[in-house]
């Protein structure tokens, strides 16, 4: 493990505790913790490594920025130079401290020191790709995994919808980044119509229908699961939809009755059936589907948990965008925080978050990812520094779940268009690097 001019080296010896992490503290920085599981059979085979990795810069609470697990593979020969032969080269980026970390995995025979040990540096090139065996040296085979990346707000209307008018692209400064996914995710905070009438309330956005010719063209799947999908009416959410449909971009979260709007959209990357979910929980609820009537899911926590468990028989892995928080508050409150616990534990991989216009912590539980806020992302009209700082959420998932995440920071400008930051755009291209 390396920050800077300061290296660290984690021993771990197996056991069947997932709660008894080793861990080191990198350059008073990075907290890196590390637990080697057996099976439960042979107490001294590795069966699974957890990494996860956290920052302990400011007093209080670690802000967790990422978390690995790979299957136990085979140890290197005794003498044999090291080299991470479990998780290659890795790179973790805190935006609070402007550094890096970059660290690798390897199995070790108890007790063996291979050459190179204390002088492996994980800043220098890579070796060749890593072939993982099984225990009975027999390869094995990569599973099907897809790499996704979570936007948080997109409104296309007043700045945005200027820019787009103007023959330009507001997504233009990330568009690059966002190719690099296999699934791009994005709450639409606004209504795509020509139709409607502007119900009474303090703020309402409704995009030009041109506008979806820019989106699909860099998001792959929209959430209408927020406090916006109303504000033009019924009439006008129903064109939306029925444009949604016509341009082949799949929404989820909303629909034309109560059983549409709580229906997932299942989508197939790499041979992976991925079910999005998503729920509103922010007035006015005079928006809601009904059995007969259009409009968002609402976050009721019986139709959530029977939405996942059913979502769970479709799909690989099981994934709510949640619409809720206090506005402007950098901490999830505890209804939040229940309401995670609850979605976690019915069967769902990660929980992602919007609507506080600002990023929020988050929280393992029973170590899965809960983002709780991505902030803003495509959105003008605000001029404090937290509310146009926003993250994509890089993750990748597996049949066995979330493997690994983190997040990528990015900056608004005035007229709502994201930039991703000068060092988060390096350790993007690095992990792009490493990832081929």
């Known amino acids: 493990m390396r920050t800077g001019d300061t290296a660290s080296t984690l021993r771990v010896a197996p056991g069947n505790d997932p709660l008894a992490m080793a861990n080191a503290l990198v350059g008073r920085y990075f907290d890196f913790r590390a637990v080697a599981l057996t099976d439960g059979q042979d107490d001294a085979a590795v069966a699974t490594v957890v990494v996860t990795i956290a920052d302990r810069d400011r007093p209080g609470a670690a802000v967790v920025l990422s978390q690995s697990r790979w299957a136990g593979g085979q140890a290197l020969e005794p003498g044999a130079a090291w080299r991470p032969n479990l998780s290659g080269w890795q790179r973790v980026y805190s935006p609070r401290v402007g550094r890096e970390l970059a660290w690798g995995c390897a199995l070790v025979r108890q007790g063996d020191a291979p050459e190179g040990w204390d002088r492996a540096d994980a800043t220098l090139q890579a070796g060749p790709p890593v072939r993982r065996v099984d225990g009975r040296g027999a390869a094995l085979r990569n599973p099907a995994s897809a790499r996704l990346a979570w936007v948080g707000d997109i409104m296309l209307a007043d700045g945005p919808g200027r820019v787009i008018s103007q023959g330009r692209d507001p997504f233009e400064h990330v568009a690059a980044a966002l190719k690099n996914a296999d699934l791009r995710v994005a709450n639409l905070e606004c209504v795509i119509a020509a139709g409607g009438r502007r119900i009474a309330k303090p703020w309402t956005f409704r995009a030009h229908p041109h506008a979806l010719d820019v989106l699909r063209r860099h998001v792959d799947a929209v959430s209408l699961a927020n406090n916006h999908s109303g504000d033009y009416g019924p009439q006008a959410f129903a064109e939306m939809l029925e444009r949604l449909q016509k341009a082949g971009l799949p929404y989820f979260g909303g629909g034309s009755n109560l ?45 959530i948990v029977a939405d996942i468990r059913a979502a769970r028989r479709q799909a690989d892995v099981v994934i709510p965008y949640m619409h809720w928080g206090q506005e402007h508050s950098d901490t999830a409150h505890a209804r939040q925080q229940a309401l995670a616990r609850l979605m976690i534990r019915a069967g769902a991989d990660a929980v992602v978050g919007t609507h506080p216009h600002v990023r929020q912590n988050v929280e393992l539980i029973d170590g899965k990812p809960v983002i709780y806020s ?54 993007q291209r690095m992990a792009e690097v490493e990832r081929q």
């Open 259 to 303: 059983r549409a709007a709580h229906r997932p959209a299942i989508v197939e990357r790499n041979g992976l059936r991925i079910a999005l979910l998503g729920y509103n929980e922010m007035f006015p609820r005079d928006f809601e589907a009904g059995p007969a009537q259009a409009g968002v899911a609402w976050a009721d926590e019986e139709q």
């Open 374 to 427: 991505l902030g803003n992302f495509v959105f003008d009209g605000f001029t404090d520094t937290d509310n146009n700082t926003g993250s994509i959420l890089w993750m990748t998932v597996t049949p066995s779940g979330v493997t690994d995440w983190h997040l990528q920071e990015v900056h608004i400008d005035a007229q709502g268009r994201p930039h991703a930051a000068p060092q988060q755009r390096q350790h």
